[in-house]
């Protein structure tokens, strides 16, 4: 991993909703720029469910045609290859937040979005979709991806925002430590709950 750059961390399940075949072509656009470029899903993929099976291999196709097999893992597949229990998932995940170089998020749909948190509090600089949810929570403290934009204009954005390392990480990371923290969450969400 030390010997890869750009590490792009990809914190997602295997679901159509996370559109990690978008980020797959992303990969594909940016290794021109950048050869040893290293993307990581960190999903573990849900063998019970068929649907999931089939369009995690609509992936592994995907992979194969831009030939990216050294340029993207799977986290999950890595853990069955050596027998690491997955409970030790989040462990390696939260560790994986401070040695990326990006986190790149290309939901189409999210109720929340967990990850941009955990990547403001790790200060690491973050690329996003534009949907709702994730304008709230970030603010201005990432890049924005239209997602109405050409996956070659996406991979364009991402490589000027690596090369002139614009990261807006600090600026994430005040937003998320000034309106997330646990006083503010009570005082603003929880209070009126359990208070009635």
Known sequence: IFQKYPVILIPARIIPRKN?????????SLRTTFP?????????????????????QVLYKLIEDNDLEKNIVFLGQIFEELNIPHEENREIV????????????LSTDEGFGLPILEAGAARTPVALTQIPV???IAGDGVLYLPLDESVDYNANRLSKFILNKQSKS??????????????????????????K
């Open 20 to 28: 990690l075949e978008r980020g797959i072509k992303i990969i594909a």
């Open 36 to 56: 040893d470029i290293l993307a990581i899903i960190t999903g573990i993929l849900d063998k019970n469910r068929r649907e999931l099976i089939e369009y995690s």
């Open 94 to 105: 939260r560790d994986l937040y401070f040695v990326s170089h990006l986190i790149l998020i």
């Open 134 to 136: 994730f304008r709230e």
């Open 170 to 195: 600090e600026i994430l990371f005040k937003r998320v430590f000034s309106r997330y923290n646990w006083d503010n969450l009570w005082d603003d969400y929880l209070k009126s709950i359990f208070s």
